[in-house]
């Protein structure tokens, strides 16, 4: 004490204080509710980017309904314009691009996707490159498909044979959650070409219904599930 | 603020400690700041982000453990090899090593998956909502990316502003902290790449390594130039104690990285879908532009840094324990330096010289850290420099 007072003493009033702050130090005069005022700025910046990004624009995302009802004649192209299904009139499209919308990059074989939906059903569509047949395809599906993992209750049935519209075969393995009820179909489509090769491609379609679904849509479902076929152009011009 | 401890005694030396207060070279950061605001808001971001990156990968660790594992090993090493890189630009006064991870962090957690995530999803949505499906496909990555992804990246300079002001003082300074949050943004972004490419190929391992393939080579050029632009040219726009505000400059680098970035991820739609081969020889070539333009924006914010290191180390010529010509090559461009090494003659006097310039650069960073003051390191660092020539 005796020090600092001698200091405080020899030093005239006013003058600077001999002793460096600490980095961290911040004087009363440049506090704001206790903060450094200095550090405001910066702080607001960020704070701002953060409610647009996570709240204004999502906000703006929720306040715009998904309006894309399909009508009769949509096709949704799920590869090359030759791999294609059939939605059901009225459905909601919400993935998926349509024959005759197509965009400046077309959708390839192995790529297309699509997602229609239904009130209280969803019919979720998915293809690739797939090397194995329909069941090794549904086993893969029911093992890594986020979707059932959160309805399944561990209680997926036996996979049953089914056909699509064209007699391709595929499989489908029904489940049941504590709500939902759904199921996994797969096709495989073989030799398809794909860049020039003949590749195998797969497809699989993931049906979830909540409690509230209508019956009625269940042929909707089936139809839906027969016309996902495979067409090639070549063979359509072989034909002609 | 803290003080010099070492008393001007002279012009070169009051040169010094005006360059290292200035520069705040040698500054040691304290991350934690309960009266920071930045540093509350940062945290904030951060705590967000670390949640939605566990929700992200959380649920697909063991179905997708394969191709998460090798798009986090492929990479972590990938983003090491760059991160030397940018270590080798930091050469003069270099960031501490704590502002490297917060800002490395923030990009990698804090803006991927706290900010750009929240933001990219949303538009996606209203793209397909108001524009249609086949516009969404064509043109989702260019209208979201741009915009959200170098802003997001961008602010890791803003955050530390506002936790190590001291730190912020030159353009380089930005540019590198800039690379560092464009790394860390570029390697997270990869692995939800790999991991997305496989949940579309139904968990096969092929479609991620395809995506990691393209990815590494395409990527090179990538979020890490990108963010160095934005990041250098908001600390001209906003100016500095050691960089006057050349606010034109500053808008031009931050316009400039936004509207590259849409050029980038709308190639594809804007060249009318051209075939892959064409693309991606396109896309390569954008890529050395990319890596063209990154360079000399680089050279251009560095004389700042020079002058500073000039001004640390000139005591040590008056001094002469280095000459002139040695510093002229600390402060030179590579190949300057590169002719000044080999006009040493023989092996043994370039490898001397190369040390010599090396062991500077040591006694400079050792003279910020101690602020000017003469202390057993510096006593050290500049012995070294005479046992290097012996």
Not at chain 2, 10 to 18: F, K
Request: with cysteine; proline share 6%.
């Amino acid at each position: 004490m005796t020090t600092t007072e001698s200091t405080t003493t020899a030093e005239p009033p006013g003058e600077a204080s001999p002793w460096p702050p600490p980095d961290d130090w911040v004087p009363v005069d440049e506090r704001v509710l206790g903060f450094d005022k200095r550090t405001l700025w910066p702080g607001l910046v960020v704070l701002a980017v953060w409610a647009i990004f996570v709240h204004v624009v999502p906000a703006i995302n929720d306040a715009i309904e998904f309006d894309n009802p399909i009508e009769s004649g949509d096709v949704v192209d799920l590869g090359n314009e030759e791999l294609t299904f059939v939605p059901s009139v009225d459905w909601n499209l919400e993935d998926g691009v349509l024959l005759d919308e197509e965009g400046i990059v077309p959708v390839t074989l192995g790529n297309g996707t699509a997602l229609v939906t239904e009130e209280a059903i969803s019919f979720d569509v998915l293809t690739s490159l797939w090397d194995g047949d329909a069941e090794a395809l549904l086993d893969q599906v029911l093992d890594i498909d986020d979707a059932i993992e959160t309805v399944i209750a561990a209680d997926v049935q036996d996979s049953i044979d089914i056909v699509n519209a064209d007699g391709v075969p595929g499989k489908l393995a029904p489940f049941r959650g504590t709500e939902e009820v759904g199921f996994v179909a797969t096709y495989v489509f073989e030799d398809v070409n794909v860049n020039g090769a003949e590749l195998d491609v797969g497809v699989s379609a993931t049906v979830i219904a909540e409690p509230t679904a209508d019956e009625e849509f269940a042929d909707d479902v089936v139809a839906m599930l027969q016309s996902i076929t495979y067409h090639p152009t070549a063979a359509e011009e072989d034909r002609g | 603020m803290s003080t010099i401890t070492t008393p001007p005694t002279d012009t070169g030396l009051a040169a010094r400690a005006r360059a290292i207060d200035s520069s705040g070279w040698g500054y040691k950061v304290k991350l934690v700041q309960p009266r920071n605001f930045t540093f509350w808001v940062m945290t904030f971001v951060f705590v967000a982000g670390a949640l939605n990156l566990v929700l992200e990968f959380g649920p697909n660790l063991e179905a997708y453990s394969t191709p998460i594992t090798q798009g986090v090993v492929w990479f972590t090493v990938y983003g090491l090899a760059i991160a030397w890189i940018i270590n080798r630009l930091d050469r003069y006064s270099p960031i501490p090593g704590r502002i490297r991870l917060l800002a490395f962090l923030w990009g990698g957690v804090a803006a991927t998956f706290g900010l750009a995530i929240h933001y990219n999803q949303a538009i996606f949505a209203i793209l397909a909502k108001t524009q249609g499906i086949s516009f969404k496909n064509d043109w989702r990555a260019a209208l979201s990316a741009p915009i959200s992804e170098e802003i997001a990246k961008g602010l890791a300079v803003v955050v530390v502003i506002g936790v190590a002001p001291r730190i912020v003082r030159t353009a380089t300074d930005g540019f590198i902290i800039g690379a560092f949050s464009g790394l860390a943004f570029q390697v997270f972004e990869d692995v939800i790449y790999v991991l997305q490419a496989s949940q579309a190929g139904f968990g096969q391992s092929g479609p991620g390594l395809n995506a990691a393939l393209t990815r590494t080579i395409l990527g090179f050029s990538g979020h890490w130039m990108w963010t160095a632009i934005f990041c250098a040219g908001f600390v001209y726009l906003i100016g500095t104690p050691l960089q006057p505000p050349r606010r034109g400059l500053g808008i031009l680098m931050m316009l400039l990285t936004p509207v590259g970035h849409f050029l980038w991820n709308g190639a594809q739609p804007l060249l009318g879908n051209p075939s892959q081969d064409a693309l991606m020889l396109t896309m390569l070539g954008y890529s050395a532009v990319i890596a063209v333009i990154f360079v000399a924006f680089y050279r251009m914010t560095l004389p700042p840094e020079r002058q500073t290191m000039r001004d640390v180390l000139q005591p040590e010529v008056d001094a002469g324990v280095i000459t002139d010509d040695e510093l002229d090559a600390l402060v030179a461009r590579y190949r300057v330096r590169r002719k000044f090494i080999k006009a040493a003659g023989g092996h043994a006097e370039r490898r001397t010289r190369r040390h010599v310039l090396e062991a500077t650069h040591d006694l400079a960073d050792r003279i910020a850290t101690a602020r000017g003051a003469e202390t057993g390191e510096v006593r050290h660092a500049r012995a070294e420099i005479e046992r290097m020539r012996t």
